[in-house]
């Protein structure tokens, strides 16, 4: 009865035995098997590797823009029409705040007599782009408190201020200093020399235009030389 039993359930022969024992050589060729030990050996790695540090690409700016009347001056042109030194300048710097990568920040002032006005320290240009271009987009000559163009006195205290914001400085200006600088010359600079990186750029054209007078409710009523 035993050695019946025996020739019903027959042993394996021994290369099956030798494949059905050792499944693991057949798995070992598997895409999947191969994917998933990727997978393990990627997940081990973020414990052992130590975290690598990201920088972003940005700036942190002041944008000081003169007001002064002289920038009512309209030397340039925007879709066939006079515009404005103002105008261009406010339109020019929107395109580069516009432009700026994500993460950078501006601040902005306005210029007008001898002395920046600080609007707003810097706001990040992506998620604060609404108010920082309506910010922009309403600076205008009405905002002057003194008809004085002193640049050279403006420009210094832009300097002052920038570095206090720990930022680079954009100073905006076509330079008119009202009333004239003396015969010597701008005013000694007294800050620390190369404690701010910056950029002054010129608005106007190279030639003399008038400037436009206004009455008090804001009204052209003639134009004086420049």
Partial sequence: GAEEDLDRHPRPAAGCAVRLGLPWRRNLAGRRFQALALAL???????????????????????????????????????????????????????????????????????????????????????DFAPLDGAISALDWRMAWEADSRVA?????????????????LFVTDGQEAPPLPPSGTPPFDGRVGAVRGL??????YALSPIPKFNDRGRETGRTAA
Avoid: H
């Fill in 200 to 205: 002054i750029v010129g608005a106007g054209g």
């Fill in 153 to 169: 006195a403006g420009l210094y205290r832009a300097v002052a201020m920038a570095d206090d914001l720990d930022a680079d400085l």
């Fill in 41 to 127: 050996a990627l997940v081990l790695a973020t414990f052992a590797v130590p975290p690598l540090p990201l920088t972003r690409d940005g700036v942190r700016l002041l944008a000081v823009v003169d007001i002064t009347g002289s920038m009512n001056v309209r030397d340039y042109a925007a879709a066939g029409r006079p515009e404005s030194r103002l105008e261009a300048a406010k339109a020019a710097l929107l395109r580069l705040v516009s432009g700026l990568p994500c993460g950078s920040q501006v601040a902005l002032g306005l210029f007008t007599e001898r002395r920046p006005f600080l609007l707003f320290e810097p706001v990040e240009v992506c998620a």
